[in-house]
């Protein structure tokens, strides 16, 4: 900074050939003898001047700069910029500064006046000066409080070879962050808002400047309402990074294919013809750039043509009298309250909180390590566009508790805390005043609390009940407390990537007050969730004490992990039909396909027909397996150290699961039906994994063979009444998935009612637990038995709204379902395939379902099945819901990890860099 502003004031200095002339009246007419006009020079640089018009005895004068010398006194007194003399009894002395001039070229100011009484004063006043010239090609001209303003000077060498400059700017803090990402100098030239200019150019970076504008001024706006920014808004002191390099002509036909990626079209940058190439060795640079001592400002040093980069500071804010006090007070482990208190002074001020770490890690580097740039850090747009920072306008006094600044404050015991605060006594910043303070949050002190999970026995096999108790020592309080439940297999799965505590921390569902309230009773608190029957479900639970302390659910057999098998349903009354047998073979269905494409400003979609599909079903009245295993088979478990006795154990169990599992088919009264190809080809949802081709499978494993029955697919069922009325049953919560594992892609597949604006994965009930309408898509079989139509459920709510659902499939990972696209758009049509027996029962579906309003059923929210106080978790569903999103002032987290995801969230949105 030293250097700049020495070489600064030493280019003002150097002004060439000026010359004043100060005249004495000799028209005998004039008043009074005493009038006079003097002009002098008080400074020149290369594109503005300031002179001193010094008059006495004059009651107005005015000027104007001129290449002519005739000028009449009427003359520039009617089309100057005029000044008028208050007192007129002794010298004054007014200070004219004249712009937009051009560097080392000679001017004349002219100066006419009027005398006391009106009279013209009898001589026009000249003052002839130059402006100096530009001795560099990068000259700091002006420092604003906005701004800067610099002036480009095309070196000799550069105009010769034929090429450009391209340049740009960004704060200090963007600049030092870029290199850290490896986002260098020649990078940022070729984004970054970088202009390009073939002749000398005076570059202005201020509010008014940091906008394209067309001749008349106004801000050019393309045809999405939006428009371009130069560069980001400056704060007063704030210091920035200008930069400038040589760039030259990129012409198609001289591409040579060896120099990089490219082709004859784009280039070696995939881009066009146009200024864009950097005069920059890029082959040696990589593999500096790769060896473990580089350095990102040594990048600057591959630049084969002109590069220049300099530092140029806004104009540094005036001090203010005011302050703004900072008081930190209720210290604890976990929190503390922070108190801004601004004098009268203080029209608005600026605040930034940050941890230890964090501050002397990532944001002081980004600062050059300077901490009196802290002030206008703290009220820059860097700041409040990473966080975390605000400003209060209002000036008023305020108090912000560190929870309500941070998303999570737990892990935060024992660190320090930085507390910075600009205040400003304008709305623009140009008077200011600073202050900062550091604190340290006390060590947590209490043991770590505790809580036992229990099951409570239960007839329904529909349903699970666990109770939760505060189990903590000392008899202390738990204040937080989350749970996740959901079945074994889908828990396991889940914890293939997250440890118990880490999955409830992110996953977790919170307790409320109430619930926490119960939790810390002596009865505590009893949670209950739907179920499939005979189905084991696992719940854990964890729970903070006030310090942030929490239980360790990773221990071995930990108290707040239990898990609950639900007993067998009952079969249903036994239907006898003679379609039981009449519809097995095998099958073709065809069904009319959409798929929703959304628009492209993101807000909404619609639904496109998407041809249609045929995919293969049979349909069997259980599954089928060998009775004797096949030596390949034995095989493969002898390879997983398995003997031949052990195989047979193993396929003893698997043909007891088989069995009942045909039996419960058949005592719900179903048949079994594999295969469903109605959606991308990818899944391969037309090849069928039944349990014996898992149970051969060296890929697959299980923790338990009962779980080859839950993970064959794609597998749905027709169920028969005792009218004859066929159906396909849909109930996500009591039914197994159409498959959870497909040929080595481990998804879990449902089947669901897909409308246009709502989908529904089971029956609906209302707020009072009634039933709404039932998930059953009614079946026609035709009098031969050939043909199979299954047709959607048709749904309308007490406003008339009506939604037609078809029987689509979704996928599901880790609690989170999407409808897999295209999806089916009409009837779905079994065809039976040549050769296959027939029959001649006519079968009629039952009618339509009566008028009622389901839950969440409209505006693009699913309409999910009745759930008791909690759903299975995490087993929502989501699906082509249009959210908006709001920006709004997010709590943020702390630490280098914290600042981080900020910065490479800030890098994908301006950049697209990930």
């Known amino acids: 900074m030293k250097n700049f502003f020495t070489h600064f004031f030493a280019v003002i200095a150097l002004v060439a050939g000026v010359a004043t002339v100060a005249c004495t009246p000799e028209d005998p007419l004039t008043p009074s003898a005493d009038a006079t006009v003097n002009v002098e020079l008080v400074s020149a640089d290369q594109i503005s001047a300031t002179l001193k018009i010094t008059v006495q005895g004059i009651s107005d004068f005015a000027y104007l700069m001129s290449d002519k010398d005739d000028l009449e006194a009427f003359q520039i007194i009617g089309s100057g910029e005029k000044v008028t003399v208050s007192d007129t009894s002794k010298p004054q002395s007014f200070d004219i500064k004249i712009e937009d001039l051009a560097p080392s070229t000679n001017y004349t100011l002219l100066v006419a006046a009027h005398v006391v009484g009106g009279e013209f004063y009898d001589e026009v006043v000249k003052a002839e000066f130059s402006t100096t010239g530009f001795g560099q090609a990068l000259t700091v001209i002006e420092q604003m ?14 105009k010769q070879r034929g090429n450009a400059i391209r340049y740009t700017t960004a704060c200090l803090p963007m600049f030092n962050l870029q290199l850290q990402r490896e986002f260098f100098p020649q990078d940022m030239l070729m984004t970054n808002a970088g202009q390009v200019t073939e002749t000398d150019k005076t570059i202005i970076y201020d509010e008014e400047h940091n906008v394209p504008r067309d001749e008349n001024g106004d801000i050019i706006i393309d045809e999405d309402g939006l428009y371009e920014t130069f560069s980001d808004p400056k704060t007063p002191g704030e210091p920035g990074v200008f930069l400038a390099g040589e760039f030259s002509w990129y012409h198609l036909q001289e591409y040579d294919p060896e120099l990089g990626p490219g082709n004859k079209d784009t280039g070696p940058f995939g881009w066009g013809e146009g200024w864009f190439v950097a005069e920059y060795d890029y082959a040696s640079f990589v593999p500096v750039w790769d060896s473990p001592d580089f350095e990102p400002l040594m990048s600057e040093e591959f630049w084969t043509g002109y590069y220049e980069r300099i530092q140029v500071d806004c ?62 850090f703290t009220a820059s747009y860097f700041a409040i566009f990473n966080g975390p920072t605000m400003t209060v306008t209002d000036g008023s ?24 605060v600009t205040g400003m006594g304008d709305m623009y910043g140009h008077t200011q005043c600073f202050n900062t303070t550091q604190f340290t949050l006390p060590e947590k002190t209490l043991p770590a609390p505790e809580v036992t999970v229990t099951a409570v026995e239960s007839s329904d096999p529909y349903s699970i009940t666990f109770n939760i108790r505060n189990t903590s020592p000392d008899g202390q309080q738990i204040t937080e407390a989350k749970f996740v439940c959901n079945y074994v297999r889908e828990f396991n799965t889940i914890l293939n990537s997250y440890s118990y505590n880490s999955l409830l921390e992110q996953l977790g569902y919170p307790f409320g007050p109430q619930e926490i309230q119960a939790i810390n009773s002596s009865k505590g608190f009893d949670l209950t969730f739907t179920s499939r029957e005979n189905a084991t479900s696992r719940v854990a639970v964890l729970v903070y004490n006030w310090e942030g302390t929490s239980n360790n659910v990773n221990a071995s057999m930990s108290p707040a992990v239990c898990e609950y098998t639900t007993p067998r349903a009952p079969y249903r009354p036994k239907v006898n039909s003679s379609l039981f047998t009449e519809l097995l073979g095998e099958w073709e269905a065809t069904a009319s396909m959409r798929k929703y494409v959304a628009s492209e400003d993101g807000n909404g979609g619609t639904w496109e027909a998407d041809g249609t599909q045929t995919s293969p079903v049979t349909i069997a009245a259980g599954v089928e397996y060998p009775e004797t295993l096949p030596n390949s088979v034995y095989d493969t478990y002898d390879k997983a150290g398995l003997s031949k006795s052990e195989t047979d154990a193993l396929y003893t169990e698997f043909k007891k699961l088989a069995k009942d599992y045909n039996n419960r088919t058949r005592g719900f009264n179903r048949l079994l039906c594999l295969g469903y190809n109605f959606t991308s080809k990818e899944y391969m949802l037309d ?59 481990d998804y879990t597949f449902y089947m669901f009612g897909i409308g246009t604006e709502t989908y529904i ?14 998930a059953r898509f009614p079946v026609e079989v035709s009098d031969d038995r050939n043909t199979i139509t299954i047709k959607p459920i048709e749904y309308t709510d007490s406003n008339g709204k009506k939604e037609t659902y078809y029987p689509c499939i979704a996928q599901l990972q880790n609690g989170q379902a999407s409808p897999l696209m295209p999806c089916i758009g009409g009837d779905v049509v079994l065809k039976r395939k040549s050769g296959a027996k027939s029959s001649s029962t006519s079968i009629t579906p039952r009618g339509s379902y009566e008028q009622a309003e389901a839950i969440n059923g409209l505006n693009g929210y699913v309409a999910k099945p009745m759930a008791r106080p909690h759903t299975m978790t995490p087993m929502d569903v989501e699906l082509m819901v249009d959210y908006k999103r709001i920006e709004l002032e997010e709590r943020v987290e702390a630490g280098s990890e914290g600042f981080n995801k900020r910065v490479d969230k800030m890098f994908e949105e301006l950049y697209g860099i990930k």
Not at 335 to 361: C, G, H, K, N, W
Not at 719 to 727: A, K, L, N
Request: with cysteine; charged share 25%; hydrophobic share 40%.
């Open 145 to 158: 409080y906005d701004g800067f303003k610099v002036h480009l000077t095309i070196p000799e060498d550069v």
């Open 315 to 376: 104009l540094p804010p005036q001090p203010m009298k005011g302050n703004v006090e900072i008081e930190v007070s209720d210290k604890k482990p976990i929190d503390a309250l922070i108190r801004f208190t601004p004098d009268d002074s203080v029209l608005m001020y600026s605040l930034y909180i940050v941890e230890e770490s964090e501050y002397q890690v990532n944001v002081l580097p980004l600062l050059n390590n300077n901490e009196e740039y802290m002030q206008w």
């Open 397 to 420: 006094a305020t108090e912000i508790y560190l929870s309500d600044w941070y998303i999570d404050t737990k892990s935060y015991a024992g660190k320090t805390f930085r507390v910075f």
């Open 687 to 745: 090849l069928v994994a039944t349990p014996f081709d898992l149970f051969c499978d060296e890929e697959y494993g299980a923790a338990d063979l009962s779980l080859l029955f839950y993970d064959f697919g794609p597998k749905w069922n027709l169920e028969i009444d005792q009218d004859g009325s066929v159906w396909l049953p849909l109930d996500m919560e009591r039914e197994f998935p159409m498959a959870t594992w497909n040929f080595g892609m």
């Open 761 to 774: 994965g089971g029956p609906l009930y209302n707020q009072k637990g009634e039933l709404l309408t039932d």
